[in-house]
């Protein structure tokens, strides 16, 4: 019962430490959007009968014709963890854009806990054998909504991507031989387990929605609610091992999720 109890806690602080992030950065977000709308990045128009006469329609400065190039940072939160990323994004009509992004995030077994040692305070996984990240390369398009009955400060989209993905597999663990058919499972650290790790190759995509905010588009502030599919065939990549016999107790083929990006950039 107190395992069950450890679990579901442990479950818990996985999934709300995710949104509490996503909420605190929408704060900061919308601080800096309201601090950005105290200043203008045009020039006022003129006044419309002056326009007329002189036969010049009035240019909207929100166009995207005005910044079709978007250069943005991506920042992942997920159940998994945090990952960093960025994309690519040609406007080609108001409401239709392609895109490329390249993320970078960690994957971990369902099955897997974490634990704090008390007196030390280093965190460790029974059972893990392996560290997962993931690596995904899409390509893809965006769909802006309801541009004719929202205001152009909230700009709510959907968006969908598919392209390759490489699954880097490195080592939680490596077993030391203690002599007389004993062994001793000791940590990699993780920076020492990269050059002892290898890819793997699979292909993915994701569907998701979201929005951007503010008045003025040359700065980009928006968030991104995905559902990643990565799937990689075969047996899978071993994830855990029985600590009594260092068998692998469990394998894992599924790499995708729910995550939430949020976007920061610049258009040109």
């Not at 080592?171 to 793997?200: C, M, N, R, T």
């Amino acid at each position: 019962m107190r395992l069950e109890y450890e679990r579901e806690d442990d479950m818990i602080a996985r999934i709300g430490k995710p949104l509490i992030v996503a909420w605190c950065m929408l704060v900061l977000c919308a601080v800096a959007l309201d601090a950005q709308t105290t200043r203008t990045g045009w020039e006022p128009a003129a006044p419309r009968d002056s326009i007329l006469q002189a036969g010049i329609e009035p240019t909207d400065p929100t166009s995207p014709d005005r910044y079709p190039n978007v250069w943005s940072l991506d920042i992942l939160i997920s159940n998994d963890g945090f990952g960093l990323g960025g994309f690519y994004r040609r406007s080609f009509t108001e409401d239709l854009s392609g895109f490329i992004s390249l993320t970078v995030s960690e994957a971990k077994d369902d099955r897997e806990f974490e634990y704090i040692d008390p007196y030390y305070g280093i965190s460790y996984t029974p059972g893990k054998l392996n560290r997962f990240i993931v690596i995904p390369l899409m390509a893809g398009i965006q769909y802006r909504l309801f541009r004719e009955d929202i205001v152009d400060t909230f700009r709510p989209y959907v968006n969908a991507g598919v392209g390759p993905a490489m699954i880097y597999q490195m080592p939680y663990v490596d077993f030391v031989d203690l002599g007389g058919g004993y062994f001793e499972a000791q940590q990699v650290e993780f920076f020492k387990s990269i050059g002892k790790g290898h890819p793997h190759y699979t292909a993915g995509g994701f569907v998701g929605f979201g929005a951007n905010f503010g008045t003025e588009r040359s700065n980009i502030f928006g968030i991104n609610f995905r559902y990643y599919y990565t799937h990689l065939f075969g047996e899978g990549l071993p994830s855990l091992y029985n600590s009594r016999t260092r068998e692998v107790s469990a394998t894992k083929k599924d790499f995708g999720g729910f995550v939430i990006s949020l976007n920061i950039g610049i258009a040109v």
